[in-house]
């Protein structure tokens, strides 16, 4: 068994005591994880305010050499983060490979980034110059659906722009983190990156302490506005990254089997357990059947079991508190509507079959609150504003999709459409240079792109006079 440490400072340190990780699709223990307590937190704050001012000082083009080095490490160490990413998070091989493989051409994406002077005014008075400053030592606290690419988004934004991170990945998948801190610990000077593992009880100290100036946070609307509560105190800068209830809206000039396998992707991503999943599909009435009985089909002939196995579509759902909420939500589906399809959960293992919910309501506790699971609730619609309207009726604004055989058509609704970001005939088309962000209650702020980048800096006008 790999003996996991702490990353304090440049050191591998033992944590105060421990805590098990466990593999989702067989729940038992691969591996004993150390478990920081709040003056090893601190010592982390500490070591990265200590490292900030050198860090900072660097040209931005070290800084960027140093991470793409991390990434030119990574890269060829696919294979063995991926079966410890599927270990501790369920998730199919293929899909893990494809999460490390993509965060190293993710890594090297964000580090092309620049922050140049730029000139905003310059007349017979004077020149106004906007410079792009550090903030200091930043939180990343990461969820357990994505531990890598979400880790990693946020530590390169903040340590290609100068500032020294804490990084604290979901007690249930910690593994990965601190391979990737052993990984990078080999580029960055001591201090610089530091990683503190948890069971989610100094989330509150580290969101609080005084030594941190930004918190970046992927996870739960609820601990979200517990994070934006901690940061008041001393108006810490925030990025939330938060839930979602995605709807897809389908419109009228389809192929019912095409638009089925698409929705159906989109919903069984990483088992549902992704923010910007599908988690609702608005079909028109006509070809609602149809639709319907495709994603039944979909649904019955998909493999689901231990991602371990090549053959495995679907893994298991990630942490058992999550299993018990998916299945408090089939149960209350049983009575709201039809389940046409799956439903089925496991004895051993956190499995649940895809599901899929017809006849359901608007009001059905699987429509309005997010599954984050293999479910999807699918409802009819005989209006398209009906249909929009009922998208948008909701306190999530993350992303969404819109299904047509006109793309300038679907473009017109994805435009009507109270989300961050919605795609027309396709799902998650992600690109490092494009910002993304939630409206409403899923976020604030941006990542990637050049305005997630700029979320870590803080920005600062010279007035210079002319003589």
Known sequence: MQNFQLLINGQSTPGASTMPVINPANEEIIAQCPRADEAQLNEAVLAAKTAFPAWASLDISDRRAKLLAIADDLEPRTEEFASLLTAEQGKPVKDATEEIFGTAV??????????????????????????????????????????????AIKVVSALLTGNTVVAKPAPTTPLTTLLFAELANRYLPPGVFNVITDLNDLGSALTTHPDIAKISFTGSTATGKKVMQSAS???????????????????????????AASLFAGAMVNCGQICLAIKRAYVPSAIYDEVCDELVNLADNMKVGDGSDPATELGPIQNKMQFERVKELLESARTEGNIVAGGDVSDTGFFVRPTIVRDVDDSARIVREEQFGPILPVLSYDDLDDAIARANDSSFGLGGTVWTANAERGAEVARRIHTGICWVNSHMAFHPDVATGGAKQSGLGQEMGVEGIEEFTQRHVVFTPNA
């Open 106 to 151: 993710m890594i090297r994406m964000l580090a092309a980034n620049e922050l140049p002077e730029k000139v905003l005014m310059d007349n017979e008075l004077g020149r106004y110059i906007e410079h792009r400053s550090p903030l200091g030592v930043v939180a990343a606290i990461t969820p357990w659906n994505m531990p890598v690419t979400l880790m």
């Open 233 to 259: 105190s001393s108006v810490k800068r925030v990025t939330l990254e938060l839930g979602g209830n995605d709807a897809a809206i389908v419109l009228d000039d389809v192929d019912p089997k095409e638009v």
